[in-house]
């Protein structure tokens, strides 16, 4: 189990420092400006980042779920190397291998049309996207479990707290729809378990009271809203909806 543990933390010390020295190469030496910040934070480096050291302040616990998602990016990548390297020293051993994993790919990318792709650039395209997916839910997925460990002895209040902050960023921020609609996917699948004639009715209430607490959690503010408060002199310190 130490081992275990050791080797767990020890992956996450790795990501950490792989990630901040992508920060740094992209962005340079760190600057106390707004600007730099933004920048920062629309890094797809800058997730992976904060989720190894979220990860890492769970002293004494090991959640390979947690991990799952970084060590499928990051082998994604480091398969990604492999395949140029073998390409480049061997072309014809790097076609035949392309040509067994196409198969696996499809189920991978869930897209049938995979082995349709013609160039190498479009394949791995869709397998970054895919690994993207995957990552996303088992992200998800690692909230959900510190949801259910609520009901266990080894339950981790603090470490959920914080873990919903970085999904409520991660949603925040998200540019292209994924995380927005990995979400959408799992309150349809709640919204339908709740619906079932044989799901208790403070199960529903609950998950009622939860759902509107968290769309109001990453509802973005009004900007008129805002202006009138301002104006009406109640306006105050702005709702910080990420942190």
Not at 9 to 21: D, K
Not at 126 to 149: D, R, Y
Not at 216 to 240: E, K, S
Request: proline letters at 5%; glycine letters at 10%; a positive charge.
């Amino acid at each position: 189990a130490g081992w275990g543990l050791a080797s767990y933390r020890r992956a996450l010390y790795t990501t950490a420092l792989m990630h901040l020295y992508s920060l740094y190469f992209t962005h340079g030496t760190p600057k106390f400006k707004l600007e730099y910040l933004a920048q920062l934070m629309q890094d797809p480096h800058a997730s992976p980042l904060f989720l190894s050291l979220l990860l890492l302040s769970f002293k004494g616990k090991a959640y390979f779920l947690g991990l799952a998602p970084l060590l499928l990016t990051e082998g994604m990548q480091a398969l990604w190397f492999l395949s140029e390297v073998l390409t480049l020293a061997q072309p014809i051993f790097g076609k035949s291998l392309s040509a067994r994993n196409i198969r696996l790919a499809s189920l991978y990318t869930r897209n049938p049309r995979y082995g349709t792709l013609t160039s190498g650039p479009e394949r791995w395209q869709a397998l970054f996207s895919a690994t993207t997916s995957h990552a996303i839910t088992l992200e998800i997925g690692m909230g959900l479990f510190l949801l259910l460990e609520l009901l266990t002895p080894w339950r981790n209040i603090f470490g959920l707290f914080l873990f919903g902050q970085f999904l409520q960023m991660r949603y925040m921020l998200d540019k292209n729809g994924e995380v927005k609609n990995k979400f959408k996917q799992l309150d349809e699948l709640c919204l339908n378990l709740k619906s079932h004639p044989k799901c208790p009715a403070v199960v529903g209430q609950g998950y009622e009271m939860l759902r509107g607490y968290l769309g109001r959690a990453v509802a973005m503010p009004d900007p008129q809203q805002q202006q009138q408060q301002q104006q009406g002199g109640g306006g105050g310190m702005p709702r910080c909806s990420v942190m």
